[in-house]
RNA sequence: CGGGGCGUAGCGCAGCUUGGUAGCGCACACGCUUGGGGUGCGUGUGGUCGGCGGUUCAAAUCCGCCCGCCCCGACCA
């Protein structure tokens, strides 16, 4: 008995987070392994959450005026080439096409590992005037990287994911669009995805290939390391000159255009599930849950069964008639503390029980994932129960967001001693954030990363703070930096 | 590519030492039972034992070669 409870279990948390996380993934139909090494199906659940975040920040793009287009999954491998950072950059994990139709190729095909490339090949074509400024496109596609070592959602060799690609007539406008990107990136994950975070620019050594600045949002996991969860991308007039993309300005003097680029991907599941997950399973945000509310009708005597029934079917069809995602779970045969572990692995945020006594007191149980066993129960009452769970939802999605907000703010430190910095970033494992003053030498970026395997992870922008002194050289340094072993 | 581990039913494993033609738990199907935190019982379905070759009357088991996967390091949204 023992036994077969355990099997049921995902692995605690604590005890190997890694092994937790695929549990998790796997146990909640999520995702599934693929025949083809480091590629991942996404099953339904999975997908939905894609869905779900793809439909909402594809609304807030559109609102910056970007528009949708798609470019092709094929690349001509010169494409690559031209931009010299850019093929360094991506040469080692780009999947090559070298035969079609029963022949060898002219010339290789890449499989896209960013669109960057024939984007902007199509621009020049597109691009002669500035009142063909600014263009920006914004295309949801697959990419694939090659990657040695593969993690579902967080690492895989193809990924889903969205790349806007803008051109802007001067650097300033282009260096506020790369920006008002980051933000908005902020502001959805932390909103809608409930996943706190630190943004900031990239160091040199972890810029974008071709890019002149790299902004980033990064989060904190639970295992104490930092997941890069988006980036934006001020890209300068690189590619424009490569690809010679050109324009006549208002003075009839030919320009290159100051261009952008910025996506997120499928590993904001990964974000998600971690962030938020417990030794339950999966806990997910009301925003992006396919099913937000399940309703489990209880009864002993089969002379109950029709009155408990009927009232959880009310129950079921004035919550949908207000618009919330909810499923009756009418299964017989399986009991209903089964149905309760189930639903808590798939991570819905709300459970709605209603047995005899609830028929009788015309209340339900409501018993809400982000707050565990008897604290997260209540009672409602079936008359306002629409109106009541609306309400707890709000609550749910604000409640995941502090609890994550406040594990993660307790897990970043400041360090004025380089002894205690790789003390605690050079552990097994992640040893959370570190807030310390950095020089800006690459040099002292990699003693870092030797002495501790953490890597700069963002340098947040319009710090106030007086200059210090460099954690690593103690030379004077202007600003202070993020750094932590990352995904 | 270096270091470590593993391939037996969908999943997790036993069997291998000492060869005799495959078993357990979970899952799955059906029935009854149960039902406010993973109910119990019964009956069933399901396996080229990673692949190839060798030894042998006989190989999951012994020998050789190959393949694949996982974990740890060097690259990465």
Known sequence: MAEKQEDRKVTPRSEDFAGWYNDVVLRAELADYSPVRGCIVFRPDGFAIWEALRDELDRRIKATGARNAYFPLFIPQSFLAREAEHVAGFAPEVAVVTHGGGKELEEPLVVRPTS????????????????????????????????????????????????GHTAHSTRAEAQAETLRILELYRDFCEQFLALPLVTGRKSAAERFPGADETYTIESLMPDGRALQCGTSHFLGQNFARVFGIRFLDEQNQLQYPWQTSWGVSTRLLGAIIMTHGDDQGLRLPPTVAATQVVVVPIWRKAAEAEAV??????????????????????????????????????????????????????????????????????????????EHVGRMLGEIQHGLYEQAAQAMRAAIHEFDDYGAFCQRLGGEGGGGMAYVYWCGDADCETKIREDTRATCRAIPLGQKTAPGKCIVCGRPAREQAYFATAY
């Open 116 to 163: 960057e490339t024939i984007i902007n090949h199509m621009f020049a074509q597109w691009i002669k005037s500035h009142r063909d400024l600014p263009l920006m496109v914004n295309q949801w596609c697959n990419v694939v990287r090659w990657e040695m070592r593969t993690r579902i959602f967080l690492r895989t060799a193809e990924f889903l994911w969205q790349e």
């Open 309 to 386: 029934r009927a009232a959880a079917r009310r129950a079921h069809d004035e919550l949908r008639a207000a618009g919330i995602r909810v499923h009756l779970d009418e299964r017989d045969g399986v009991t209903p503390g089964f149905k309760f572990n189930e639903w808590e692995m798939r991570g819905v945020p709300l459970r709605v029980e209603i047995g005899p006594r609830d028929v009788a007191s015309g209340e339900a149980v409501l018993a809400r994932r982000d707050l565990a066993g008897q604290a997260g129960k209540s009672k409602a009452a079936l008359s306002a129960l629409a």
